[in-house]
């Protein structure tokens, strides 16, 4: 916070310590902060869920590689150890495949030496996998839960393995499953890992033009991109400036964790604008309402050093519960007719 001036701050100060700092209004944060509600979830399966996902056996799942296929296969085992439902009609997994020409396909797969450039290079088609389980709900309207598992692979020989960018959402998709599972929901509840976010969120843009149980029946993303560490304490709601009518839920979750709206309005010149940073933009771009968690950029972004000892384990925790919240909440404030 700055503050103007020394009177100013001394000011602020006596006034701060005659209040509840719980209490202090921050324009944009949703909750009042406070213990945590309990949500009964298996803590130490969440932790291994990503701590194996962001391991180096997995390569840093870059898109189209072996290391992603494997992360898919993985994914799709703890939905069928869960004895989850699927919507697609051969296990749990829907491919589909991508071209890449010119420019984009030289920067994505590069082929290398000089008799090749940007203008002649060949095209290349590459296959990718959502990973898609569900719960049948009272209503066909459906609530798309949604975490990408590909990250950016072996780069330069070095594996970036993506804990936090998006072993986290991925894992946090695989323990709201597991929560929901046996609860009969108001509404259908999907659960998708989507791949190749960091390649142009080509997953997600099929999934929903490719909607299993029908694209008109979705009324609600769930987005989570990088969940699982914030120096602040803060985790962000991204949406509401599209979908003011969804603020309701959000302020309703008991937390130790601060959640912020915000990162979503185009004119605010302070924080950058996420409609467009991760999948919640496959969504939006139907005008299918979304809200996006994340955290802000940290360090370890799009490094090497995105690792599982990077993570705060219990900030990740929190994060989950705090989302599993909003799911609830969601599931009975929105209409399923
Ligand atoms: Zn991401």
Same mark, same amino acid.
């Given at each position: 916070?700055?503050?103007?001036?020394?009177?100013?701050? !001394?000011?602020?100060?006596? #006034?701060?310590?005659?209040?509840?700092?719980?209490?202090?209004?921050?324009?944009?944060?949703?909750?009042?902060?406070?213990?945590?509600?309990?949500?009964?979830?298996?803590?130490?399966?969440?932790?291994?869920?990503?701590?194996?996902?962001?391991?180096?056996? #997995?390569?840093?799942?870059?898109?189209?590689?072996?290391?992603?296929?494997?992360?898919?296969?993985?994914? +799709?085992?703890?939905?069928?150890?869960?004895?989850?439902?699927?919507?697609?009609?051969?296990?749990?997994?829907?491919?589909?495949?991508?071209?890449?020409?010119?420019?984009?396909?030289?920067?994505?797969?590069?082929?290398?030496?000089?008799?090749?450039?940007? /203008?002649?290079?060949?095209?290349?088609?590459?296959?990718?996998?959502?990973?898609?389980?569900?719960?049948?709900?009272?209503?066909?309207? &459906?609530?798309?839960?949604?975490?990408? =598992?590909?990250?950016?692979?072996?780069?330069?020989?070095? /594996?970036?393995?993506?804990?936090?960018?998006?072993?986290?959402?991925?894992?946090?998709?695989? +323990?709201?499953?597991?929560?929901?599972?046996?609860?009969? %929901?108001?509404?259908?509840? &999907?659960?998708?890992? &989507?791949? !190749?976010?960091? +390649?142009?969120?080509?997953?997600?843009?099929?999934?929903?033009?490719? #909607?299993?149980?029908?694209?008109?029946?979705?009324?609600?993303?769930?987005?989570?991109?990088?969940?699982?560490?914030?120096?602040?304490?803060?985790?962000?709601?991204?949406?509401?400036?599209?979908?003011?009518?969804?603020?309701?839920?959000?302020?309703?979750?008991?937390?130790?964790?601060?959640?912020?709206?915000?990162?979503?309005? %185009?004119?605010?010149?302070?924080?950058?604008?996420?409609?467009?940073?991760?999948? =919640?933009?496959?969504?939006?771009?139907?005008? /299918?309402?979304?809200?996006?968690?994340?955290?802000?950029? =940290?360090?370890?972004?799009?490094?090497?050093?995105?690792?599982?000892?990077? &993570?705060?384990?219990?900030?990740?925790?929190?994060?989950?519960?705090?989302?599993?919240?909003?799911?609830?909440?969601?599931?009975?404030?929105?209409?399923?007719?």
């Amino acid at each position: 916070m700055k503050v103007k001036s020394f009177f100013f701050a !001394a000011f602020l100060t006596v #006034f701060l310590i005659g209040c509840n700092s719980n209490e202090q209004k921050k324009a944009n944060q949703l909750n009042s902060v406070s213990s945590s509600k309990k949500i009964k979830i298996d803590e130490a399966k969440l932790l291994n869920n990503l701590k194996t996902l962001a391991s180096d056996a #997995f390569e840093g799942r870059g898109f189209s590689k072996p290391g992603n296929y494997k992360a898919q296969q993985f994914i +799709a085992n703890e939905f069928k150890k869960l004895e989850l439902a699927t919507p697609i009609e051969n296990g749990y997994i829907q491919e589909f495949t991508t071209t890449y020409k010119g420019a984009r396909r030289q920067r994505m797969f590069p082929v290398k030496g000089k008799e090749r450039n940007d /203008i002649n290079v060949p095209d290349t088609t590459v296959v990718g996998g959502n990973v898609i389980s569900m719960i049948k709900g009272k209503s066909d309207k &459906v609530i798309v839960i949604t975490g990408h =598992h590909d990250h950016l692979g072996i780069r330069n020989g070095k /594996i970036y393995n993506g804990a936090d960018d998006d072993a986290s959402g991925t894992a946090a998709v695989i +323990a709201i499953a597991e929560y929901f599972k046996g609860k009969n %929901p108001n509404h259908t509840l &999907v659960f998708a890992t &989507v791949d !190749a976010e960091e +390649a142009g969120m080509n997953g997600s843009a099929y999934l929903v033009k490719n #909607f299993p149980l029908g694209k008109e029946n979705i009324v609600l993303n769930i987005n989570m991109d990088m969940i699982s560490r914030n120096d602040k304490n803060e985790l962000y709601a991204c949406g509401l400036f599209h979908y003011p009518k969804l603020k309701a839920p959000l302020t309703k979750v008991k937390s130790s964790i601060t959640l912020m709206s915000g990162h979503d309005d %185009p004119n605010d010149k302070k924080l950058d604008n996420w409609t467009n940073s991760s999948d =919640h933009r496959s969504f939006h771009k139907e005008k /299918i309402p979304f809200i996006y968690f994340g955290v802000e950029d =940290h360090k370890d972004y799009h490094k090497d050093t995105d690792t599982f000892e990077n &993570v705060d384990q219990e900030f990740y925790v929190e994060a989950v519960k705090l989302i599993i919240q909003t799911v609830e909440n969601y599931d009975t404030y929105l209409k399923t007719n």
